[in-house]
Every structure is written in structure tokens, then in C-alpha cells.
């Protein structure tokens, strides 16, 4: 019996199209439209999922001219915000980001393709909330911010509170992210991120960020690890922050954090890989980005 295909409609199903050209007018139509209305910025997954029939929202607010939304703003010292329609080449062109945030950068030059890249944005990596995203492990250790706003009032949520679930965020129907504000790093940090994949242009089997600073000085050493496609959420592994101070031989404390890793995530089984097969690559890739970055 041959194997069953997914056919895709041609057209998207019928929805009423907005364009605003401030946030102001943005919010006003998402809290006259709350819960039926879906956010445009970049589209690579909305679109895709709007053809699929998985959303069928009856309005789309398409955000890209709103000029105070495309922004790159840094402040030595302090950190850089990135606004919700700047796109990832935008950003991976960006000197800052490439040297003082690299390993972001290092996740964003590996996500999709160059083309996709000239339309998807960090923000709507975020919100569509995949555990797979590719960009949150690396906010989760720079200790990222997300900005929010609604017709109501703005606030700010840490990156490790912004997802609660598969695809789910604490997002309310009329709120929209309008910025992440990212601090500035430890000084001389080094970051790294690995991804597992089964072709170019795949989804995260598993994702791993790091972040080391200060790795010949245990009293001052910082180390920070998180993960994608690990759990139901993005996690940043906090038990094995402190371990990395003692003044240990480093791969003694490297097999003790791979130990505490395993026992912190959770990945399943899919059509991608098996759990196994994922906690083996935690494992190797754990360590891979562990012994790079602390090697001085």
C-alpha cells in the first residue's frame, strides 16, 4: 500500500487582511480582533500552517511596515533589543551580534535556508514557541527579555517564563511581542551552539547552546547550557551552573554535568528520532560544547 503524502491546498483559506503602519493602529485591530486574529511578520510558519487548515484565523495583522518594530539597538554595556521584524539575515550581518552574542548567531546561520532567512525573523521564532527553536536555547543562557504589548499596557517577561507548552506561550490573543532585549554578556564569554539534524534544512533533533566564561578561574567560572527538542519546552539546565566552580579537573565536572543533564530533560520519540537516540546525542553533544569552550 504506498505510503500516505501530505497534499497541500494551493490557496489559503479566505481572512481579512490588515496592514497597519503604527503599533498603536497594530493593537487596536489585535484587541478588536482578539483570539480570531494572527500576527505577520516574517510568515514562514503562519503561512504554512494557514495552508494546512492547522490555523484559519479570519484576520491577519501584518506588521512589517511599522518602522519603530524594525530595529537593532545596542548600548555598550548595557545589552542590544532587536525589534519583531528584523529578519535573520538582518541580524547575521550584524558585527555585534556575531561577535559579542555569537552564539546566537552561531543558531540563527543554522536555522532553514538563506532564503528563508531573508523573510523569517528571531521574534517569530519565539512565538511560534516549537520546542525545536532553534534561537531559544541561545536567548534562554543570554538571559534574553521579551517585550509585550497590548492595547492595555507593555511588559516584560524573561525569556524562561515565555514558553509554557508545545507552541504555546504566555501570550494573552490581544498581546503581540514587540522586541527582546538581550543583556550584555559576561565579559570574554564564548558561545557555541551544536545542532543534530538529518539533512541541511531539518529541524533540530537536538539543539545544544553554550556559554563559558572565565574557564581557567573555578571561584569565577561561568557556564550555562540549554536545549531544543529535548522536552515540551526550550530548557535551560540551571542545576549545572554551580557545579562548574569547583575546583575540579574539567572532565570530571564534564561527566558529572552530562549526568545531571540526562536526569533534567525529557525527550520523546517521533518520525524524527527516538528518545534514545536523543539522549545519546545530549550526551555527545554535551560534551562536545563543553570541552570546546572550556578549553581556554
Known sequence: MPAPIIVYPKLLPEFEYFRPSTLDEALELLNKHAGEAAILAGGTD???DMRLRIKRPKY????????????????EGVGITIGATVTLNE???NRVIREKYHVLWDAMRQMCDYHLRNR?????????????ADSAPALLILNAKVNIASAEGTRTVDIKDFFTWVKKTVLKPNELVTS??????PKGSKGKYYKVVRSVEDLALV????LVANPKVPSERIVRLAYASVAPTPVRVFEVEELFKQDKPISELIDKAVELVLKRLSPISDVRATKEYRLHMIDIGTRLVLKELLKG
Open 120 to 132: 523569517a525573523t528571531l521574534i517569530g521564532n519565539i512565538c511560534n514557541a516549537s520546542p525545536a
Open 91 to 93: 541580524l547575521l550581518r
Open 207 to 210: 539543539g545544544v547552546a553554550g
Open 60 to 75: 491577519v495583522i501584518d506588521i512589517k511596515g511599522i518602522k519603530e518594530l524594525h530595529k537593532v539597538e545596542y548600548e
Open 46 to 48: 503562519l503561512l504554512v
Open 180 to 185: 527582546v532585549f538581550i543583556p550584555e554578556p
